[in-house]
């Protein structure tokens, strides 16, 4: 194992990055922003680094400060979190350049699964089911004509190297289609450095479930089985559950071994998590893959009792899987909602600020993961995602009224956050029977905006 890491992150992430390495021995240097020197999860590391100004492009963003920091402190790794540098195979190139394990994948896999259509390919040879569509990059017009008019109308063009919901346009006629291809490929070379574009099938009312694998460098693979995702605003999830409920145990995993096989071909070691949206069929179309740890992981802690960033430590360390396929089961129901200071009422506008009062939420089967005490300054600089409120019960309705209780406790104050939203979402009939797809929370909430 190793003797000391760097986290080259900020908030909830970099906590919880700190209590699994201490759990393992493990010490820790947190790199900070002058925005974040008063963060409360700095107590917790062993040693500490101020690597530049607020902006993430100046501190967070910057591979010299932080390999610097590395240098100076003498880690034997680094981790990056989520967001950030976590899924830049660059800057895990020049980790390894300078002898730093990188706790993620290599850069190759990394680069491999990035690329949608690299992705895609591979998918077909793993047989992970994806959604009809381009085999390689689209060319001309006339070539995404071609392929629009065999899949059916509407279809999505999105960018090879697209990500975080930008570069994708929907077209539901050849007219239209005609219009946005060549803006489609102008836009991704603008801003992903790539003007590669594809198609694919535009599934309406789909719902998001993804799969989370772990891979080790001894060509071991695992799935931990799947989580959903539904629950979304602008492509941003807002609730996460596991298992994804409505799913059939074939169907499940069916999917669920195709990741596994999909990352192990991908030579991938550490955690990923396969996406798919699945149609009201409960067909399973692959999205993407994500090479890094999620905000959502604690929802599949929960239910199968593997603590995913220990892990990922004990890979990046060069250990062998911990456990086979047989050794995972899911006990039980786990849910997640994201605490965010953004102002539901008021388009969630982001609410930085200080916290003046904070009361945690407890009790039998409530986990809270949060870098926030009562006299905290939220900085304006950085996502808004303040707390994640985890649940779990025997049930999904066990799951469903301890979150409900434990929202009702939450207390950051005076601080506007998503917290009214959930509790909206709790007790709304179409959740509770989860009879819903990705757009379900923009259409209620246009419907109906919460009261002020
Ligand atoms: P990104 O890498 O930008 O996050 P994804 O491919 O993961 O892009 O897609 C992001 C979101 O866009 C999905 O969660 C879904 O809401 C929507 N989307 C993507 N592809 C499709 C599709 N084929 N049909 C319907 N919606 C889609």
Redesign the pocket.
């Known amino acids: 194992m190793f003797r000391r890491i760097l986290i080259a992150n900020r908030g909830e992430i970099a906590l919880r990055i700190i209590r699994a390495a201490r759990e393992l021995g493990v010490q820790t240097v947190c790199v900070y922003s002058e925005a974040d020197r008063d963060g409360p999860w700095l107590e917790y590391a062993d040693q500490t680094v101020c690597i530049g100004p607020g902006p993430a492009a100046e501190s967070y963003l910057r591979f010299d400060r932080i390999i610097s920091a590395a240098e100076i402190a003498n880690v034997d790794a680094i981790h990056p979190g989520y967001g950030f540098l976590a899924e830049n195979a660059h800057f895990a190139e020049v980790c390894r350049d300078c002898r730093i394990e990188f706790i993620g994948p290599s850069p190759e896999a990394m680069a491999l699964l990035g690329d949608?259509i690299a992705c895609r390919k591979l998918a077909r040879a793993a047989r992970t089911p994806i959604?009809p569509g381009s085999s390689g990059a689209v060319e001309d017009e006339d070539e995404a004509v071609k392929v629009a008019a065999r899949v059916g109308y509407p279809v999505?063009v999105?960018a090879a190297a697209?990500?975080?919901?930008?570069?994708?346009r929907v077209a539901r006629d050849e007219e239209t289609l005609r219009a946005v291809i060549a803006a489609a490929s102008r836009e991704a070379q603008a801003a992903f450095g790539s003007g590669e574009v594809f198609i694919?099938?535009?599934?309406?009312n789909?719902r998001?479930v993804e799969i989370q694998v772990l891979g080790d460098k001894h060509g071991n693979a695992v799935h931990l089985y799947d989580r959903d995702c539904t629950s979304?605003r602008r492509?941003q999830k807002l609730i996460e559950e596991a298992p994804a409920p409505g799913i059939s145990p074939r169907k499940r995993d069916a999917a669920a071994r195709s990741a596994a096989e999909l990352i192990k071909r991908a030579e991938y070691a550490g955690a990923a998590t396969v996406?798919f949206?699945v149609d009201e069929n409960q067909r399973f179309?692959m999205?993407?893959v994500n090479t890094r740890v999620q905000v959502e992981h604690p929802v599949t802690e929960m239910v199968t009792g593997v603590d995913i960033v220990t892990e990922m430590l004990h890979i990046a360390a060069g250990e062998q899987m911990r456990f086979s396929q047989e050794d995972i089961s899911v006990t039980g129901h786990s849910i997640e909602c994201r605490i965010n200071a953004e102002d539901p009422q008021n388009g969630f506008l982001p609410q930085p600020g200080l916290v003046e009062q904070f009361r945690l939420p407890g009790g039998p089967g409530v986990r809270v993961d949060t870098h926030l005490e009562a006299g905290y300054r939220i900085p304006s600089n950085y996502d808004s995602l303040i707390a994640k409120l985890i649940t779990h019960g025997r049930s999904r309705e066990e799951a469903i009224a301890r979150m409900r209780g434990a929202l009702r406790e939450f207390q950051i104050l005076p601080i506007k956050t998503t917290i009214p939203l959930h509790q909206r979402m709790m007790d709304t009939p179409r959740f509770l029977e989860a009879d819903y797809d990705?757009h379900y929370i923009e259409r209620l909430l246009d419907e109906t905006p919460l009261e002020t």
């Open positions: 949608k959604s999505i999105k697209g990500g975080g919901g930008r570069g994708m694919e099938k535009f599934l309406e789909a998001h979304q492509h996406e949206l179309h999205l993407e990705i």
